[in-house]
């Protein structure tokens, strides 16, 4: 049974430009929340998706979207690049009636 | 501001020797949840105590959740050079739709 899956596994883009994350959830999970992790810090809520929509979101600006596919698997979009992008992203997906979430290896975007 | 803060931010200690991680906050929590972190991987759930004053035994990790459900702590007996990692302590609220706030992390180097 695969775990949480994430791809890329690394990215280095330039201001100003767009990156796609994505995230494959653990097997029989249907919610999938993504953070945002900067060197030497704990993760920061981004947002959380279910039923293909955005039930919760973090202090995050309207550059950050998402979207939740109906296999439950999820992306994450950031639009117009800063270098204060550059951190881990974290996917994590958990079932309904549990409150456990299980994290991703994490997606490293490098903004140069 | 973090809405958790865990101190210290980094303790580095000799193989045998005992540590204790503090994650506090002014908020109350409807559980509170200890992940360990290893670099270039995503975070994996140690522990979730629920009940105030709630002790929980994981071989020689002891985690404490505090009467008022406010703040928790992580000790380590006769820590080994495994123990090594990044700890983060997670405050789950319910009320906010299962939001989980993550701590800024303490950074544990065991030395052989």
């Known amino acids: 049974d695969a775990g949480v899956t994430q791809s890329p596994t690394h990215l280095i883009k330039t201001r100003g430009q767009q990156v796609t994350l994505r995230c494959s959830p653990k097997?029989?999970?249907?919610?999938v929340s993504w953070y945002q992790q900067a060197l030497g810090q704990g993760p920061q809520f981004i947002f959380q998706y279910y039923e293909e929509e955005e039930r919760q979101r973090g202090n995050f600006p309207d550059r950050f979207s998402g979207h939740q596919f109906p296999n439950y698997s999820s992306e994450l979009n950031v639009n117009a690049l800063l270098l204060g992008d550059s951190a881990l992203y974290l996917c994590?997906?958990?079932?309904?009636?549990?409150?456990?979430?299980?994290f991703g290896p994490g997606t490293r975007l490098t903004v140069l | 501001t973090q809405l958790l803060e865990q101190s210290p931010q980094f303790l580095s200690i000799q193989e045998g020797e005992n540590l204790t991680v503090y994650c506090n906050s002014s908020?109350?929590?409807?559980?509170l949840q200890w992940y360990r972190q290893e670099p270039g991987e995503g975070p994996v759930l140690l522990v979730t105590v629920v009940t105030g004053g709630e002790v929980k035994k994981l071989k020689r990790l002891t985690f404490q959740f505090g009467d008022a459900r406010k703040d928790s702590s992580l000790h380590i007996t006769a820590a080994q050079p495994g123990d090594t990692g990044l700890y983060l302590c997670?405050?789950?609220?319910?009320?906010?739709?299962?939001?989980?706030?993550f701590g800024g992390g303490t950074r544990v180097l065991v030395k052989p």
């Open positions: 097997s029989g999970h249907d919610t």
């Open positions: 908020s109350v929590f409807s559980s």
């Open positions: 997670a405050g789950l609220q319910v009320a906010a739709g299962n939001k989980l706030t």
């Open positions: 994590a997906s958990r079932g309904l009636r549990t409150d456990t979430q299980y």
